[in-house]
């Protein structure tokens, strides 16, 4: 699906908050599946950015060793 790739190439807490609206909005007559996967693919893409301090810049990814 376009929208969980544009979830995808969010970096910043910033980006993913902006897509919440449009998320909303194209999951509006979805089906059940679409929608559970989006909001997994959205809840993973958060948890990943909040893990590397709020950016997935090259300069804020640390190590997860």
């Known amino acids: 699906m376009e929208l969980q790739e544009k979830i995808k190439a969010c970096k910043t807490m910033a980006e993913l908050d902006a897509m919440r609206m449009p ?11 679409e929608f559970i996967d989006t909001q997994g693919v959205f809840r993973k893409q958060k948890n990943k950015i909040r893990r590397h301090g709020g950016s997935l810049n090259n300069s804020a990814i640390v190590s997860d060793k």
């Open 23 to 33: 998320i909303v909005l194209a999951l509006k007559n979805a089906t059940r599946t």
